[in-house]
Every structure is written in C-alpha cells, then in structure tokens.
T-cell receptor, first 117, second 117 residues
Framework: AQKVTQAQTEISVVEKEDVTLDCVYETRDTTYYLFWYKQPPSGELVFLIRRNSFDEQNEISGRYSWNFQKSTSSFNFTITASQVVDSAVYFC??????????????FGGGTRVLVKP | NAGVTQTPKFRVLKTGQSMTLLCAQD?????MYWYRQDPGMGLRLIHY???????AKGEVPDGYNVSRLKKQNFLLGLESAAPSQTSVYFC????????????????FGDGTRLSIL
C-alpha cells in the first residue's frame, strides 16, 4: 500500500524567513508521480507541482523549490523569503502510474504554514 | 470556465437522513473522484470513476454510494447519515493525458462542508 508522511503538522515563521516542508513516501511501484497542493484559508486546493519518479532534477519556480531524492523517498518543498500570503496547509501526494489505477492520489496529512508579519 | 463545481456548499443533516452531493466538471475529464477531509488526516479517497458508467471503491467507501451516469457528473450519496461522516467533501477530476498514463494533476472543487447531528 502507498503511504505519504508529512511529519510536520504546523510550522510558524516570520515573514522573509525560509521554510522547508518535509514529505516522505512509501510505494512498491517503480514508476509513480508526486504532487504538492496548497490549501489556503479559503479552502480550495491548488495544484503546485508534479514530479515523475524517473526525473530527480530539482525544480525552482519563483520562491518555490522542490528537492526530490528517490534514494531517501523524499520530496521536500521549500518556500524562500516567505510572505503572509504563503500561509496555508500544504499537502504532498503520491499517485500510481498505471492508467487502470485511475490516477488515484494518496495524500499526506498536511503541514500548516503560518507566516507572521 | 467553471472547472469543478460542487453543490451544495454547506449542509446540516440529522442522523439517519439521506442526501446526495453533486459534482459537475466542464473540462471533459475522464476521471472523477470524491474525497473527504478530516483534521490531521489529509484527504482520503472515498470512490472514484475512470469513465462514464464506471465506479470503484477508494480507501474509505463504507456508508457511501456513487454514480456516474454522465461523463460530466459524479454523484456521492449518503443513504443513512452518521455523525462519523461529518467532514469536508471534495470532488476532483483529471484527464488521461497524451501518454494515456494517469499522471495528470487533479482539479478540485471548492468543497462541501457537511455536518451530521
């Protein structure tokens, strides 16, 4: 069975500090996909990034960066120079690669990020 | 472009009552999903569908039924509501993608907050 663990339940930082969110996953599949979603206080879920299991390149998008390490089954997310608008719950998720699997997502429990001004 | 629309947004039920949550997507997506979100547990998959007329069980299907009579709609039913079903329910959809592999991001509705007394 697949499992995603986000050990940090809540992180509080002061604006402009960097914050790193940890995500560790378990799967028996050799090919899989990892995702990060953001859930702001308004409640909707916003897709941030998708990563394939065979592509371990790190990625940077503006103030966001992701560090995927297959050897440690981790897919960590860093917000650089955090802003108040980054306050949200962030979810890491894992999906199987097979078409027949229906692209089902297994979510971690989420990490609440609170950025104080 | 509405994306994924859930109705209703809020509902209060008494134990034993029944109701149906409606999800509609206008993106011509093949896959649709129902999740529930409980504090500290992330999102858990209830049921999903890989195409019109098909449904399958997810991680927590007990007490729920679903139907997908039309490609754009996915209904979630509670036949006899229980207090344990108090939760926020999210519908999502995704498409197969050019390689016919289920790795496409899921697009979420805004959620339905359901309270069962």
């Amino acid at each position: 069975a697949q499992k995603v663990t986000q050990a940090q339940t809540e992180i509080s930082v002061v604006e402009k500090e960097d914050v790193t969110l940890d995500c560790v996953y378990e799967t028996r599949d050799t090919t899989y996909y990892l995702f990060w979603y953001k859930q702001p206080p308004s409640g909707e879920l916003v897709f941030l990034i998708r990563r394939n299991s065979f592509d371990e390149q790190n990625e940077i998008s503006g103030r966001y960066s992701w560090n995927f390490q297959k050897s440690t089954s981790s897919f960590n997310f860093t917000i650089t120079a955090s802003q108040v608008v980054d306050s949200a719950v962030y979810f890491c998720a894992l999906s199987e690669a097979l078409k027949a699997a229906g692209n089902k997502l297994t979510f971690g429990g989420g990490t609440r990020v609170l950025v104080k001004p | 472009n509405a994306g994924v629309t859930q109705t209703p947004k809020f509902r209060v039920l008494k134990t034993g009552q029944s109701m149906t949550l409606l999800c509609a997507q206008d993106m011509n997506h093949e896959y649709m999903y129902w999740y529930r979100q409980d504090p500290g547990m992330g999102l858990r998959l209830i049921h999903y569908s890989v195409g019109e007329g098909t449904t399958a069980k997810g991680e927590v299907p007990d007490g729920y039924n679903v139907s997908r009579l039309k490609k754009q709609n996915f209904l979630l039913g509670l036949e006899s509501a229980a207090p344990s079903q108090t939760s926020v329910y999210f519908c999502a959809s995704s498409y197969l993608g050019p390689n016919m592999i289920g790795n496409q991001p899921q697009h979420f509705g805004d959620g339905t907050r359901l309270s069962i007394l």
